[in-house]
Structures are given as structure tokens and as C-alpha cells.
């Protein structure tokens, strides 16, 4: 019995998909004690966009603490803490004209998620909260009652209330879904209080790569504003330049009231999560949300630094070229391998769906062939049919026609028997 299975809780998850032990990791690989290598599509859900160890961010976060840089300091001002913000003023929010405060929240993506439910209500005096079916938040149990899965909601051992799932437009072309909301909100008999804001993912990720036109995202904007009801984007995986943009909405051309953001956020995969919110919004009393991990004096460094690396090396520019890459092979080279597979992506997010597949549990055998083949991919969506390819931002052309090879053979072995 290993020292996991004997000590670490059954709450463990990914490692059971990629059962060895890893010890190394360079941009787009990563290593195993036996030697063995693997191309990263995982790309720690979301949290290393810029690599493993990008040498341009480690350098800046190993001069830091060599030059005993402060390391914990709650919300107090630093050195590194205003050069983030500074930074982040000019090369984010100046440039697409978005005028927000930033809040730093704890370390974690449901955190920011956390603050930007309290913040709506407290701003709108309401309780409701409008999220769409399929979507992911967070588990912390403010963050999870906007969270839609079963099995993630069963674990909150208590009703998890002031939510209303609307059908998400993906699985209900048929539904006028903006008309419905604003039914909701407006009909005295909906039996549905207006809420404080509606939730949204401009691509559901976890849910399995489920795109929001950016029609639908400027109706939804138009509706909220219409209401006075609050429009919060959860940026926490797809932002941070995933979509191609910084920011996921701007294609669609809209300003949220609030966006969450984190992941990625500080460029090294350490713990770190904003919120941004409209200066009008910021009602907030000092300490009202509070917390000792607000401020990773590293992760500030490394944020500053990824965003100065995302410009000096034109991420924006690579991430659409390399999106034309895995439409193209996706298209020509899985798809017709079975006319039941579906598809779906933007930027550098990718999902193969595997749902209307014949086979049982086909994106799981894919899954597990393409790791013993050495690739490291997620799977996401309702009943984990969906293969997301998400690699890092900065990988290399050879190793990301390498994974998708490698998932083409999987595929050919699962679903054509290897023909
Ligand atoms: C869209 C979205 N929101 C919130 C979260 C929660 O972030 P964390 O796991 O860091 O708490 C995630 C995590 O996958 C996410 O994808």
C-alpha cells in the first residue's frame, strides 16, 4: 500500500487519473521518478498558463527571496504588492479602458468567488443569485450553491440555497434563455425574487468547454443592465489570456460588473485570487472580508512578472495562432474518426466530446491511453466525457502537435480498434 493510499484522504482526485509520482517539471513536461516523460495538457487546471518553472518569472520570484524579500505580510503595503498593482493598472486595466478596484482575496479562486457573492448583495440589498446550469465555482459552500453539479453539491451537508439555475443556451438551443431571465425577474407570479446578480463562465470549463456567444454575453449585459441586476464574470480559469484576450469578454465587447480572477493570475501556479469590482461598488467596511493569506508577496512577483513575459513574448498572438492549430487538427484528424463526437473551443481551450459515443466510458479509456502514452489530459463535463485539451500557453508547436498525436492514436485504438 503506497504512503497515499494509507494516509492521504479519499477526497483525492486527479492523482488517481495519473498514477505515478512526479518530481520535475519544465514549460510543457513533466517528469516522473521512474524517468519517464509527459507532455502537460492538464496544465494544473488552469493555474499554469506560462509553463512549468517559466525561467523568466522563476528568476525574478528566486532574487526575491534571496534578497530576504518580505514573504508574508496579510494586506499591509509592499514593495512588490504595489509594483503588482501598478503594473497591472498599466498593461490590464488601462489599455481596454476598465476601471476597477482590486481586491485581493484569499488564496484561492473560490475565495474571489466568495466575496463577489457577499459584494452583489450587499451592494443590491438582494439575496437571489441567477447561475447557469452546468457551471462551476468553487467549493466553499457560498461559491458551491452556484456550482451545479450533483456530486459537488451533495457534499455541502446542508440546502444550499438563494440560487436559480437557468438552462444554460448550449443544452437549450430552443430557449429564448435572455427572454426567460428577464421573465423571471420581472413577472410578478415567476415566483423567482429578482436577484442580486447573475453568474457566468464565458466558457464553462469544468463543465466540459461550453462557449457563450458573445451575442448571448452582450444580451445578458444589456438584461442585467435593463434589471439593475449585477453581470459577475468568473475569469478564475479562462481568463488571464486562455480565450486569447486577457480578459474572456472582451471579444463580446462588454465590461462586467465584477470579474474573479486567479489561477494563472500569479504566473508560477502559487496561490493567489482577485476580485474587480466597479469603483461605485466598493462599499465594502475595512476588514469586512477578511483573511491571512491575502497577500503571496511571491505570487506578486510572479504576477508581475507573467504579465510583463505575456507581452515581451506576444502570448495573445501565439495563443490565436495556436487555437487555428488545434481547430484544424481536431477537425481534420478526430472528428471523423466517429460522427458522434462533438466539439467545442476557443483560445486554447479545447474539448473532444465523447457523450453521444457508442462506447462506455470512451473519453476515460482515451484518457488513460493517452497517459500511457505520455500526455497528461483532463477530463471534464457531465460524466467526464469530455477531453479538454488545455496546454499551456507558451508551449511549443512540435510538443503540442506531439500531444494531439498522441490523442489521435488513443482515439484510434478506442474507437476504431486501432484501424
Ligand atoms: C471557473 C472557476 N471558478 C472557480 C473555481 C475554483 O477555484 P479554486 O479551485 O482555486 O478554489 C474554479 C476551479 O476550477 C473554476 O474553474
Avoid at 503588482?84 to 485581493?104: A, C, Q, S
Wanted: proline share 4%.
Amino acid at each position: 500500500m503506497s504512503i497515499y493510499e494509507e494516509l492521504e484522504s479519499n477526497v483525492r482526485s486527479y492523482c488517481r487519473s495519473f498514477p505515478v509520482s512526479f518530481n520535475r517539471a519544465k514549460m510543457s513536461k513533466m517528469y516522473a521518478d521512474d524517468g519517464r516523460e509527459y507532455i502537460d495538457f492538464f496544465n494544473g487546471a488552469g493555474a499554469l498558463d506560462y509553463g512549468h518553472n517559466n525561467d523568466y518569472i522563476k528568476k525574478r520570484i528566486i532574487e526575491y527571496i534571496e534578497s530576504d524579500g518580505i514573504s508574508h505580510a496579510l494586506d499591509l503595503h509592499t514593495r512588490v504588492k504595489g509594483e503588482f498593482l501598478t503594473t497591472f493598472r498599466n498593461l490590464i486595466l488601462k489599455p481596454r479602458g476598465l476601471d476597477y478596484k482590486v481586491m485581493f482575496c484569499g488564496p484561492t479562486g473560490t475565495n474571489s468567488v466568495e466575496a463577489a457573492l457577499k459584494l452583489s448583495r450587499k451592494v443590491t440589498g438582494r439575496t437571489g443569485i441567477f447561475a447557469l446550469s452546468g457551471s462551476f465555482h468553487g467549493m466553499t459552500l457560498g461559491s458551491l450553491s452556484i456550482t451545479s453539479g450533483k456530486v459537488p453539491r451533495a457534499g455541502a451537508g446542508i440546502p444550499l440555497t438563494g440560487v436559480t439555475f437557468i438552462p444554460h443556451p448550449h443544452s437549450h438551443p430552443e430557449l429564448d434563455t435572455i427572454a426567460y431571465m428577464e421573465e423571471l425577474m420581472t413577472d410578478e407570479y415567476s415566483g423567482v425574487e429578482k436577484p442580486a446578480a447573475v453568474f457566468i463562465e464565458t466558457v464553462q470549463a469544468e463543465g466540459g468547454v461550453i462557449v457563450l456567444s458573445d451575442k448571448f454575453i452582450r444580451d445578458l449585459r444589456d438584461l442585467c443592465d435593463r434589471q439593475g441586476v449585477l453581470l459577475v464574470v468568473d475569469d478564475i480559469q479562462v481568463g488571464c489570456g486562455r480565450t486569447g484576450k486577457f480578459c474572456s469578454f472582451e471579444q463580446a465587447g462588454i465590461i462586467p460588473d465584477m470579474v474573479t480572477l486567479s489561477k494563472s493570475i500569479s504566473g508560477y501556479g502559487l496561490p493567489m485570487a482577485l476580485l474587480l469590482l466597479k469603483p461605485e461598488h466598493d462599499i465594502w467596511t475595512p476588514a469586512e472580508h477578511n483573511g491571512t493569506f491575502r497577500g503571496n508577496q511571491m505570487a506578486f512577483v510572479g504576477a508581475k512578472a507573467a504579465l510583463e513575459y505575456r507581452e515581451e513574448h506576444r502570448l495573445e498572438e501565439k495563443t490565436l495562432k495556436d487555437e487555428a492549430l488545434v481547430r484544424k487538427f481536431v477537425t481534420e484528424r478526430l472528428l471523423p474518426m466517429d460522427k458522434n463526437l462533438q466539439y467545442r473551443g476557443k483560445g486554447l481551450i479545447h474539448g473532444v466530446d465523447f457523450g453521444r459515443v457508442e462506447i462506455e466510458d470512451a473519453a476515460g479509456l482515451v484518457g488513460k491511453e493517452c497517459f500511457l502514452n505520455g500526455l497528461v489530459i483532463e477530463r471534464a463535463g457531465r460524466g467526464d466525457c469530455v477531453l479538454k485539451i488545455m496546454p499551456a500557453l507558451t508551449i511549443e508547436e512540435d510538443e503540442l502537435i506531439k500531444g494531439l498525436e498522441i490523442i489521435e492514436e488513443a482515439m484510434k485504438k478506442v474507437l476504431m480498434g486501432n484501424k
